[in-house]
């Protein structure tokens, strides 16, 4: 198997771009800075808000993310190339992720993750045409006892067959979770009163109150 060279010498991103990111979504990635010790500890939820906002994360919103917190570009793209989790390139509505685990592989995972390209058209991390649906396998979804099983967004389809593709496909509420969302991450500010932790406090100070 040959390995993938990579000229470093030739520049990927111009940073010549128009901004990326709108003063809402900046005033949101700040929101969280009272709650950690570093604003670098911010990336993590920084990404989930530019991809929730963008539908990705692009090589020129990376810049900004990283101007923000005050870090180098490189960890921003480090950070994000390491979880599958995060596009750097434009993705579908929905995602569907299918498990490649050896329990779900067991039960049938490779008949039904080729029913879904057939059915979307499409290859491992590609998009449909219509920008609905994008597809990728992950090597376990936790969901062992219940494999072969797909995870469309944030809901958990389990014991799923080839032939089960197609239906589950076509439910525009495929993607729908009967739980309400934490407001850990939409609502930063809301949640930090409800735990104690005012402007200006950290975790660090909250831990050391519940320690006295």
Known sequence: MAWQAIDRRTAV???????ALSEAV?????????????????????????????????????????TLLEIPASSV?????????????????????????LSCNLMGADEVLKALKEELGVEEHGTTEDGEYSLMTEECLAACDHGPCLLINEKLHKCVKA??????LKDAK???????????????????????????????DVREMMES
């Not at 390491?82 to 299918?98: L, R």
């Not at 930090?192 to 005012?198: D, F, I, K, L, Q």
Request: hydrophobic share 35%; glycine share 6%; charged share 25%.
């Open 13 to 19: 991103f111009s940073g010549d771009g128009d901004p």
């Open 77 to 101: 793209l480090d950070t994000l190339s390491f979880y599958t989790h995060f596009w750097d390139h434009p993705k579908g509505h929905k995602v569907v992720m299918a498990c490649r685990s």
């Open 174 to 204: 495929n993607d729908q979770i009967d739980m309400p969302r934490s407001n850990l991450f939409d609502c930063p500010a809301e949640a930090s009163a409800e735990v104690g932790v005012s402007e200006g406090e950290t975790t660090s």
């Open 163 to 168: 032939g089960d593709v197609k239906k589950i």
């Open 26 to 66: 900046r005033e949101k990635i700040r929101s969280f800075f009272p709650r950690y010790e570093t604003k670098r500890a911010v990336l993590l939820p920084a990404l989930h808000v530019v991809q929730n906002a963008l539908g990705h994360v692009s090589y020129q919103a990376m810049s900004e993310i990283a």
